[in-house]
Every structure is written in C-alpha cells, then in structure tokens.
T-cell receptor, first 115, second 115 residues
Framework: NAGVMQNPRHLVRRRGQEARLRCSPM?????VYWYRQLPEEGLKFMVY????????ESGMPKERFSAEFPKEGPSILRIQQVVRGDSAAYFC?????????????FGPGTRLLVL | AQSVTQLGSHVSVSEGALVLLRCNYS??????LFWYVQYPNQGLQLLLK??????LVKGINGFEAEFKKSETSFHLTKPSAHMSDAAEYFC?????????????FGKGTKLSVKP
C-alpha cells in the first residue's frame, strides 16, 4: 500500500501525558500537512512541513503542540501535557510539490482520546 | 480571508434520487476548489477538484460539480443516489492567504440515503 500511513490509529492518554502521532507520506511526496477534526466540525489546518522545515504553523496552538518532519523517518505531531480538549481526530495529508492545485492525499487519521 | 460554507449539515435522499450538496466560498482570487468524501472512521478521499478550464468537473462514483464564479458556488451533484453514497462530504478551498498549500474546509454535510 503506497498511501499515506498514520499510526497509531487510536491513542488513549490521560491528562498530562504526551501524545506522539506519526505520519508517513506517500512515496515521492515531500510535503506534509496536519489537520485536526473536532466532533461536528470540519478539518482545521494545523501545520505544513517539508523535509526538515516547518513552512507554515499558523494553525498550531501556541503551547504544547509541535511538529517535525526529519530528513529520515515519518513526520511527527507531538502534544505535550494533553488535556481533554485535545481529544479529536488528527489527519495527515501529503502532496508532491506543495502547490495549491495539487491533490492532498489523506491518511486514515489518529483518533486521540484524553481521559 | 478565504472561507467555505456548506449549507445543510445533514441531507437525506431516497435511493435513486438526485443528490445536491451545496458549497459556497469566499475568495478574492480565482480559487482552487475540492470535494472530499469521508466514510466513518476513515480518512478523506478526493471526489473531484476544480483548478482551471472547464467549469463542470466530473469526479469518481458518478459525482460532478460546477464552478460558478458569479455565484461563488461549487455545488456537488449526482443524478441517482446509491446506498453506498452515505458518508460525510467536505468542500474545501486552497488557502492563498497562507502558504498556498493548505486547505480550508467547510464543516461538512452528512448524506443519508434511504432505501
């Protein structure tokens, strides 16, 4: 399967713990986007990364959230000291060149539940 | 700032009936527009997109959408609904104001198909 892969698919954390969400883009794609979907809401953009660079993090909460896309390995979205309001589905998407007209291919998502 | 409005959070049709899902956008520049479908507990799959050229765009599974600049609309239609069309549908526009690559989504429309 050459699609976008995300793991874990489901993640349960207690308040105050850390959550690490991983995303492997499609083969040949070097642009990665993270989105968050809250219940009854559409997807909200969080961050856009290329290999080793954060291009746009205008949608990221100022505290506790960080993202990286290293030269080797998957992109990681990290949430420190999780709170119940962080419970949501987190989707990763990838595209070949980061152009506005390109299709973004989405992974199956990670559903985070904070107890 | 760009935005997307989807009228009707829930739409119900009978099997074999016309499907019409509405999407209006606001953009100060010619937009790139997308329709995605999401099945329960899955990621988003592209149905179709408009970038340039022909304003009537055909997608997968018999769906099509027409870009109407004068009405700032990009409504999704399918002549005859099938039970398998039951899902949530999201309209999106590329964010020119941001990094150009990320998408701005509407809140989604859940489509139910009655037998």
């Amino acid at each position: 399967n050459a699609g976008v892969m995300q793991n874990p698919r489901h993640l349960v954390r207690r308040r105050g713990q850390e959550a690490r969400l991983r995303c492997s883009p499609m083969k040949g794609h070097s642009h990665v986007y993270w989105y968050r979907q809250l219940p009854e809401e559409g997807l909200k953009f969080m961050v856009y990364l290329q290999k080793e660079n954060i291009i746009d993090e205008s949608g990221m909460p100022k505290e506790r959230f960080s993202a990286e896309f290293p030269k080797e390995g998957p992109s990681i979205l990290r949430i420190q000291q999780v709170v119940r309001g962080d419970s949501a589905a987190y989707f990763c998407a990838s595209s070949p060149q980061g152009l506005g007209q390109e299709t973004q291919y989405f992974g199956p998502g990670t559903r985070l539940l904070v107890l | 700032a760009q935005s997307v409005t989807q009228l009707g959070s829930h739409v119900s049709v009978s099997e074999g009936a016309l499907v019409l899902l509405r999407c209006n956008y606001s953009s100060s520049v010619p937009p790139y527009l997308f329709w995605y479908v999401q099945y329960p507990n899955q990621g988003l799959q592209l149905l179709l997109k408009y970038t340039t050229g022909a304003t009537l765009v055909k997608g997968i599974n018999g769906f099509e959408a027409e870009f109407k600049k004068s009405e700032t609309s990009f409504h999704l239609t399918k002549p005859s609904a099938h039970m398998s069309d039951a899902a949530e549908y999201f309209c999106a526009v590329s964010d020119y104001g941001g990094s150009q690559g990320n998408l701005i989504f509407g809140k989604g429309t859940k489509l139910s198909v009655k037998p």
